[in-house]
């Protein structure tokens, strides 16, 4: 079992950076598939990074790349994403999500894989 508690969102101006943060409680010392997703009203919840907590190894959406930073912080059981050169279109819900094992190929589409999610933080860029 984890608990996951976001925070960091917040209002921001076209271009300008964020970091968001998911306090993870629990049963830690398993290996977990660990995401952020997004979602805004009327649109599916995407995928936006992942990261496997057994090999460090990260995924990225297209959107994201180069953008978006994904990473844990062991020592503070965080999940993080630094979130830079912010748009009008990446406001939405961030939610970070958890699932045991590896990261699957279809890790940023099919949330239903995920059992462990947080409650969400606002991300709100503004033009």
């Known amino acids: 079992q984890l608990q996951l508690l976001e925070s960091g969102g917040g209002s921001v101006q076209a271009g300008g950076s964020l970091r968001l943060s998911c306090a993870v409680s629990?049963?830690?010392?398993?290996?977990?598939?660990m995401g952020w997703f997004r979602q805004t009203p009327g649109k599916q919840r995407e995928g936006v990074a992942a990261?496997?907590?057994?090999?460090?190894?990260?995924y990225y959406a297209d959107s994201v790349k180069e953008r978006f930073t994904i990473s844990k912080d062991n020592a503070k059981n965080t999940l993080n994403l630094q979130m830079n050169s912010l748009k009008p279109e990446d406001s939405a819900m961030y939610y970070c999500?958890?699932?045991?094992?590896?990261?699957?190929?279809?890790?940023?589409?099919?949330?239903?894989?995920?059992?462990?999610w947080g409650q969400g933080t606002q991300v709100t860029v503004s033009s």
């Open positions: 999500a958890a699932e045991g094992g590896p990261c699957r190929g279809n890790w940023y589409s099919v949330t239903d894989i995920y059992p462990y």
């Open positions: 629990g049963y830690i010392h398993a290996k977990y598939c």
């Open positions: 990261i496997y907590t057994g090999t460090g190894g990260t």
